[in-house]
């Protein structure tokens, strides 16, 4: 079963505003991982959140992780078109297998 | 370094037949999975490997077998192809001690 539920399951914007989507998740965990998926290739590792960090920056992403309410949210600052993409949330519980969400499908529009 | 590599890009099977999946990776990674990935499902993992020689099943394991003779290689099996196993499939890879996994590019795979 899906341990993690991205939300929402799509998203369009205009180029430069700020995209936001959310997880929600099961179990407690380890950590936390936010994935891209471009159309037709595999996913690629953005960032990563520790159960004990409830903040984290890298370039454009800014990642929060809520462990009481099993949330966390993935902001992408002054998007632009090659933001557009899938974004997986996945976590890695104490069996230690990582798992996927079901995505959020985000769409910048120029 | 190629990282992780997986072949063929695509391909189409008649309900029954067999084949295999490859991957492969040149990172020394000790892990391995296969995942699959499905419309509105997300991915959901097959089979993994924590190390040569080593195999243990994941979420959806039914029609698939795997083997890991060596750190680099990781194929997944089809038995008998069915059309419930019409889907992308995912290899990735990640090293000891870390949690990053690095995937390929997939394999789309058709059923009829």
């Known amino acids: 079963s899906q341990q993690g539920e991205e939300d929402p399951q799509a998203l369009s914007i205009q180029e430069g505003e700020n995209a936001t989507m959310n997880c929600s998740y099961k179990?407690?965990?380890?950590?936390l991982q936010w994935y891209r998926q471009n159309s037709g290739r595999g996913l690629v590792h953005l960032i990563l959140?520790?159960?004990?960090?409830r903040e984290k920056h890298s370039g454009r992403l800014r990642v929060t992780l809520d462990t009481s309410k099993k949330s966390s949210s993935l902001l992408i600052t002054a998007s632009r078109a090659a933001d557009t993409a899938s974004y997986f949330c996945?976590?890695?519980?104490?069996?230690?297998?990582?798992?996927f969400g079901t995505g959020t499908r985000l769409t910048i529009i120029p | 370094n190629a990282g992780v590599t997986q072949t063929p890009k695509f391909q189409v099977l008649k309900t029954g037949q067999s084949m295999t999946l490859q991957c492969a990776q040149d990172?020394?990674?000790?892990?391995m999975s296969w995942y699959r990935q499905d419309p509105g499902m997300g991915l959901r993992l097959i089979h993994y490997?924590?190390?040569?020689?080593?195999?243990d099943q994941g979420e959806v394991p039914n029609g698939y077998n795997v083997s890991r003779s060596t750190t680099e290689d990781f194929p997944l099996r089809l038995l008998s192809a069915a059309p419930s196993q019409t889907s992308v499939y995912f290899c990735?890879?990640?090293?000891?001690?870390?949690?990053?996994?690095?995937f390929g590019p997939g394999t789309r795979l058709l059923v009829l």
């Open positions: 490997s924590v190390g040569a020689g080593i195999t």
């Open positions: 179990t407690s965990i380890n950590n």
């Open positions: 996945a976590t890695v519980p104490r069996n230690e297998k990582l798992t």
């Open positions: 990735a890879s990640r090293a000891p001690g870390t949690e990053t996994q690095y």
């Open positions: 959140i520790r159960s004990n960090e």
């Open positions: 990172m020394n990674h000790e892990y």
